[in-house]
């Protein structure tokens, strides 16, 4: 029973000062941006991503002083902020906690080229922002 | 050295109702289901690809996983690195003058462990573990 979730895909972390985050993360366990991913386009943040094992951890630094990202920094503060599962199949994941009577985005382009990702409403997750997705 | 994420941690208000979530609905693997009396929790360990969920129950009101949810609720807690070495990398960061929770590693869920203050990762609350089975004692 139960959804088929792949793996952890990616982790999070929102902070103020996405320089000052990096070199901490590079000093404290030693990860390194991947410089060879592109920069999502149009976004209101600036972001890094920190591969590790088969996951990797997502710096974001809101720099628009305006939507939902830079509202919700605003009111969690710096720290851990979501995590993204895999999972094989967007809509059939969906559907099925839909069919559990669980609160779910509709899929949609995520800000990165080859994904689609939905948000799982929070108050079914224990205080926790999870997003799902397929990657295509 | 880190190798992987070990686990993510959340802390949550019942450990039960969050397995409903987590197990029954996501279908996750509960692997370990302890209950830690020095550290007052109650963990689930759940298997997700090469790392972990640890659903965290505070045990006592006294707690320090309490005292996280009433300050912030329930929620993501911590986060855990894997390490084949967790002593040779807490004298590093002690060296580097990086400000830590624990100064020498102790035993928890996850094998040997340290934290490092949240305050040294901009707000993010930070384990190193070497699971049992990895780890060699300094000087044995």
């Known amino acids: ?136 | 050295m880190i190798d992987k994420i070990h686990h993510i941690g959340i802390a949550v208000h019942n450990l039960d109702e969050s397995l409903k979530f987590y197990r029954d609905t996501l279908g996750l693997h509960v692997h370990a289901l302890d209950t830690v009396e020095d550290q007052g929790v109650r963990a689930a360990l759940l298997t997700i690809g090469e790392s972990e969920i640890e659903l965290l129950e505070p045990t006592s009101p006294e707690a320090n996983m309490a005292k996280f949810l009433e300050r912030k609720g329930e929620g993501l807690h911590h986060i855990c690195f894997q390490t084949a070495d967790v002593d040779g990398d807490l004298e590093e960061l002690k060296a580097k003058g990086v400000d830590m929770v624990d100064q020498k590693s102790r035993k928890g869920l996850a094998g040997m462990i340290c934290f490092l203050h949240p305050k040294s990762s901009r707000g993010v609350l930070v384990e190193l573990a070497t699971p049992q089975d990895m780890y060699k004692s300094p000087g044995a």
């Open chain 1, 1 to 136: 029973m139960g959804m088929k979730v792949q793996k952890l895909d990616h982790v999070v972390i929102a902070t103020q000062d996405l320089e000052d985050a990096l070199r901490l993360w590079d000093r404290n366990v030693g990860l390194k941006p991947d410089a060879s991913l592109d920069k999502p386009l149009g976004a209101g943040f600036k972001v890094a991503r920190l591969p590790i094992g088969d996951s990797f951890l997502e710096l974001v630094q809101p720099v628009a002083q305006e939507g939902r990202f830079y509202e919700q920094v605003q009111e969690r503060g710096e720290g851990l902020f979501s995590v993204s599962v895999q999972v094989g199949d967007l809509d059939e994941a969906v559907a099925f906690l839909r069919g559990e009577n669980i609160k779910v985005s509709d899929p949609e382009p995520s800000i990165w080229p080859g994904a689609r990702i939905a948000r799982v409403n929070h108050e079914y997750t224990h205080g926790v922002s999870i997003q799902l997705i397929e990657r295509t």
